[in-house]
């Protein structure tokens, strides 16, 4: 069936250091990928996203990388600063017929990032 | 601009007894989905509403769980009767309409059935 994985469940990092979390998708049809931040008694907030045209999408201190053949995602965080401590999970979703999202995002079960000051 | 917001933060109800959930999206947003959460868990749809459609409901327990959208805005999730499985978080989200857009949420509901 469809499942989107994390190979880590839990990351701690120093202060200052990159931080790389993984995601496995199995689900070969879906075209865009997200990457959430959830915080203890929060909703998961959005980082930054990724169509399956692109293999690399950056922001602010963060990356995103897409390997399709692999099927793996990976959210790359520099400069990692104790704010950056939380649950992060990937998502995936595809495209219906005529461009339209199915809209159903399909979540892992999240990677707890933690850092040490 | 506001976010979405769910009321209310916390609910602890005994077994067997009813409860509803209240969401109001962003502005603007068609499109409206319940997510439940399990503690460690990613969240998972329940349903999904396009205005006042419900376009995926295929996952929503429709012996115990119903939703409704009136007039396409706010939303509201009903349990009746709670078990206590159905202790978690649930989550609202709402989004525009269109490919690849994404769901902002809300800080969600955590329930808890004694």
């Known amino acids: 069936g469809e499942s989107v994985g994390l190979h880590l469940p839990t990351l701690s990092v120093q202060e200052g250091d990159n931080s790389i979390i993984n995601c496995a998708y199995s689900?070969?049809?879906?075209?865009?990928f997200i990457w959430y931040k959830q915080e203890s008694g929060k909703g998961p907030q959005f980082i930054i996203d990724?169509?399956?045209?692109?293999d690399k999408r950056q922001g602010q201190r963060v990356t995103v990388l897409l390997n399709k053949t692999v099927k793996h995602l990976s959210l790359q965080i520099a400069a990692t600063q104790p704010g950056d401590s939380a649950v992060y999970f990937c998502?995936?979703?595809?495209?219906?017929?005529?461009?339209?999202?199915?809209?159903?995002?399909?979540f892992g079960q999240g990677t707890i990032l933690t850092v040490h000051p | 601009e506001a976010g979405v917001v769910q009321s209310p933060r916390y609910k602890i109800i005994e077994k067997k007894q009813p409860v509803a959930f209240w969401c109001n999206p962003i502005s603007g947003h068609n499109t409206l989905y319940w997510y439940r959460q399990n503690l460690g868990q990613g969240p998972e749809l329940l349903i999904r509403y396009e205005n006042e459609e419900a376009v995926d409901d295929s996952q929503l327990p429709k012996d115990r769980f119903s939703a409704e959208r009136l007039k396409g805005v706010d939303s509201t999730l009903k349990i009746q009767p709670a078990e206590l499985g159905d202790s978690a978080v649930y989550l609202c989200?709402?989004?525009?309409?269109?490919?690849?857009?994404?769901?902002?949420f809300g800080q969600g509901t955590r329930l808890t059935v004694v």
């Open positions: 998502a995936e979703n595809r495209h219906g017929a005529g461009g339209t999202s199915y809209g159903k995002l399909t």
């Open positions: 689900n070969s049809a879906s075209d865009y």
């Open positions: 990724i169509r399956s045209n692109m």
């Open positions: 989200a709402s989004s525009s309409l269109g490919p690849n857009t994404e769901a902002f």
